[in-house]
């Protein structure tokens, strides 16, 4: 199968992902505003909730078959083959674990049924997340590119028709369903006519052993993600009450929104610097300043320009009844640039096989999360998880940064000053913007914001004309 260079790929998914987030975001307006700041309290809590579980089922599996299919591309059939039989026997036990969680935290029956519905997406989404991190494996995410989009237009389809015909909240998680089911056919078709591979599943004891140990790390990790970024909707749960799950919810999904540009940049340069730890320090340390630059001159300046903006655009957006959400979304939306840069910080930390430093770096934060959502949800309701995770964000920006200094040697005060600039520009950008919403429309503010930023960091010298030949240059490379 043909490989994609590092800049191509990171294109490819980054696009698609952009235009995956764009309809989920619509699609998400649309059933808010809906089902209404409770409704979305429920639907958001399912959601939420069966998604700390799905690194359980997962297991870290999935960054193994990555890691190891870009390095060794012998081992995947007998990887993959593995995996599934593994998945297929603890997708029973997990679902049903979650089914018996619920029912004992005494949840209503209506959030007790969205639940087992959003455990059945999960698990279907875990299978596509393997047969789709083999291909990335292989360097190619065109055709995961092409799934993301296809199973969000098939859950807008089936979330607009029941919106239109008034039926039931639990249609909206059925939606995701149908997606998925749609996702996991799609992804296992592509595995087979692109990589000639059929998932049969096999129970190998020495493969399971091997391919435990590479995951561990990788499994604790992933577990600990998921609680520091579940857990919040959860402790609400209990804490307060919907109405907070759902202004918190409105707040969370447009900090982001935009996250995906991050996730875009992870497919990419994961496996590309897998490879490139084996074959060229130098290439590694390049791609890897290079990465960190591109996603801080993207996500400063939308966290500057969220803060001046969200007050005109909560409203307009969500209606009246989620206003309350306007602080929090002030706080979350500087979790974005931590956000951002962490990426590239574990995808390096993972590549390097320094995968259990990330893991404790990921612990301590899940922790520090826990314990300030438990302090602050009390007395600040959902504005506290806000801050919670701004500072758990924070902790795990420098961790990060401090872990990779010990294992690549990278131009840090060139990176400092470029910082510095790019934070300077989107800084008068933010000012601008504050000033001309109360005389314009935010849709008429957007562009000339960003207008002012683009001739900003041009000015600043922070992306020259040098930039742009260079990012041409490695869109038409052909090889990695």
Known sequence: MKKLNLAKNTLIYTGALSMQKVMSFLYFIVVARAIGVD?????????????????FLDFGLTQVIIREGARNEEHSKRYLANIIAFKLLASIIIWSVIAL???????????????????????LDSFSLTFYGLLRGHRNLQYESLGVILNQVMVIIVGVTAVVFHLSILFFIVAYLIGSIFNLSFSLFT?????????????????????????????????????????????LSKLA?????????????????LQFIGVGSLAGIYPAFSAYYVESKTKLAESFVKILKYLTLVSLPLAVGVI????????????????????????????????????????????????????????????????????????????GSAWASLISYIFLFASGVYLVNKILPYPKKTLLWNFIKIGAAAIIMGLVADFLKFELHF???????????????????????????????MLLKKQL
């Open 101 to 123: 969680a619920v029912n004992l935290l005494n949840y209503p029956l209506i959030t007790r049924q969205l639940v087992y519905l959003s455990a059945l997406v999960m698990v």
């Open 308 to 383: 001046a903006m969200a007050d005109k655009v909560i409203v307009p957006i969500f209606g009246h009844q989620y206003a309350g959400s306007v602080p929090a979304l002030q706080v979350l939306i500087l979790c974005l640039p931590f956000s951002f840069i962490c990426f590239p910080l574990g995808a390096m930390l993972n590549a390097s096989n320094k995968q259990h430093w990330n893991m404790w770096s990921l612990g301590l934060t899940a922790l520090i999360n826990l314990i300030l959502n438990l302090a602050l949800i009390p007395e600040f309701s959902y504005i």
């Open 443 to 473: 849709l008429l503010v957007i562009p000339i914001a960003a207008l002012v930023y683009l001739i900003l960091i041009y000015v600043f010298g922070v992306f020259r004309q040098a930039d742009w030949e260079e990012a041409k240059l």
């Open 39 to 55: 409704g979305t309290g429920k639907y958001s809590f399912a959601l939420s909730f069966t998604s700390i579980f799905a690194m």
């Open 191 to 235: 595995l087979n006519r692109k990589l000639k591979l059929t998932p049969w599943p096999q129970f190998n004891r020495a493969t399971l052993i091997e391919l435990f140990k590479l995951s561990l790390p990788f499994a604790i990790a992933g577990i600990f993600v998921r609680i520091y970024s579940a857990m919040d909707i959860v402790l």
């Open 241 to 257: 009450d919907d109405s907070a799950i759902g202004w918190y919810s409105a707040a969370y999904k447009v900090a982001f929104a």
